[in-house]
């Protein structure tokens, strides 16, 4: 699992790619292979139910589960759908290259994912723990006191030295133009509060980086473990 | 006799945001707000964990405290 990578990767994406992209379908498909199943792997309560995968990251990342949400087929196949169904190509590429870094930045941790689905076979470089299995808590306790956070921590550095990307000039020049969903959105919105918009992934990014390593490291003092793998006070999943 | 003058320098530059190195004053009084909106944010958030979980709930709090909230302010004054 990443967590605030997956909010930071398309503001640096966007900025340097050779292609066109438009931001919204880039974050929409940075964030769209944990949209439907995050949730089951961590488990939510309902009335007295808990409901939560047996076998998190095998439903998270494996087959059978939803693991080819992960993989570099599911962002052709869903790009060519937005493609088709707004009839806007740089939606559906967007949507593709946003989906491509999720499934190539979640190899990093010890599970990986099964980039060429159908193959089966997980790609993975083993550099933090995953440990979704343990809990929403433990997740985030064990993902900020590994490499994890300092894949996160460098594409949070990256976005403060391209600060020119986060500025207005650059939202009206760049991306307003690139997306006609900003002018419609702009029918009813003013653009002073869709840039807010736009900055927000960043914010959030950003914001919930410091304040889980703070929760971590200063409320409840979890060991910092900086190796390949780690932290190895929790339990690791592996494929 | 004198000598010539030193030429004037241009009065105007014309420089794209690509070009721009160092933020300007407006570029850091933004920042500014930011900064401080998320001092609350992570504040609540160490509190209130629940809080950090949601990037729906991040995007309302920026519309509400970077946009909705000064531009309140400006109006009152």
């Known amino acids: ?31 769209s292979p944990d949209m439907m199943s995050k949730w089951f792997v961590y488990g939510i309560h309902i009335g007295g139910w808990e409901l939560k995968a047996r076998d998190p990251a095998q439903f998270h990342r494996g087959w059978p589960g939803l693991g080819f949400t992960h993989s570099l087929l599911w ?8 493609w088709k169904g707004t009839g806007s190509k740089i939606w559906g590429i967007s949507f593709l290259v946003g ?9 990093g941790d010890t599970v990986g994912t099964m980039l060429f689905f159908p193959w089966t076979y997980h790609f993975h470089l083993g550099a933090w723990a995953y440990a979704g299995q343990t809990g929403r808590f433990t997740d985030a306790a064990a993902y900020f006191s590994g490499l994890g956070a300092i894949w996160d921590l460098m594409f949070l550095a990256y976005g403060l030295y391209s600060w020119r990307a986060l500025t207005g000039r650059y939202f009206d020049e760049e991306i307003f133009p690139a997306d006609r969903s900003w002018s419609f959105a702009n029918r009813w919105i003013p653009q002073a509060a869709l840039l807010a918009a736009y900055r927000a992934a960043f914010f959030y990014g950003s914001s919930r980086w410091i304040a889980w390593t703070i929760w971590a490291h200063v409320v409840h003092h979890f060991p910092y473990d900086l190796t390949w793998g780690g932290p190895h006070w929790v339990h690791a999943a592996h494929p | 006799v004198w000598a010539a003058s030193a030429g004037r320098g241009p009065n105007l530059r014309v420089r794209g945001v690509k070009g721009r190195r160092v933020p300007t004053r407006r570029d850091l009084a933004i920042f500014g707000g930011y900064v401080l909106a998320a001092a609350v944010y992570i504040t609540v958030g160490v509190t209130t964990v629940d809080f950090l979980l949601s990037f729906w709930t991040a995007l309302a709090y920026v519309l509400v405290a970077v946009w909705l909230v000064p531009l309140t302010v400006s109006k009152i004054l």
């Open chain 1, 1 to 31: 699992v990443s967590w605030a990578a997956h909010d930071l990767e398309p503001y640096a994406i966007q900025r340097h790619s050779v292609l066109k992209l438009a931001f919204v379908p880039l974050l929409l498909g940075s964030y």
């Open chain 1, 75 to 82: 962002g052709v196949v869903i790009g060519l759908l937005l």
């Open chain 1, 99 to 107: 989906q491509w870094a999720h499934a190539l930045t979640d190899t």
